[in-house]
């Protein structure tokens, strides 16, 4: 159980101090935006629920899967820093780019170890083209 509670917490807590690193910075509500967009307020439950999936889902893997797992949450958590802090959205649509191939290893990786577990993170990848296509739209219309 505690090694359930710590994978979960781990990218929890990630992106909440990412959400507070950032949270000075944030203008998306100023941000021409693609249609689409959903509210602001949208963005934080999706990111828990998302981070509670990863965290259930490294769980259940084992030790092998650590580096691909913990690249593709560091490559997240900078996401919001190159989008938000710097403001840079042409990087931050290629960084997402590369957080969906990681994200894709990871999918596979998972599955060969626990099919539920790669599975699980079907939502995550989804949520990840959808910001792709948000960030590339800020990048187009800003």
Known sequence: ?????????????????????????????????????????????????????????????????????????????????????FKWYLLATIWIILLIILVIIMIKNFYKENKLSGLINIPYLLWLFFALYLSFGVYLLN
């Open 1 to 85: 159980m505690k090694k359930l509670i710590k994978n979960i917490l781990i990218p929890v807590i990630m992106g909440s101090v990412i959400g507070l690193i950032i949270s000075p910075f944030m203008n998306y509500q100023d941000l021409n935006k693609p249609p689409l967009s959903p509210p602001g307020i949208i963005f934080p439950i999706v990111w828990t629920i998302l981070y509670i999936i990863m965290g259930y889902s490294f769980y259940k893997q084992n030790e092998q899967n650590k580096t691909i797992y913990y690249t593709q949450l560091i490559v997240n958590g900078l996401w919001s820093i190159i989008f938000f802090v």
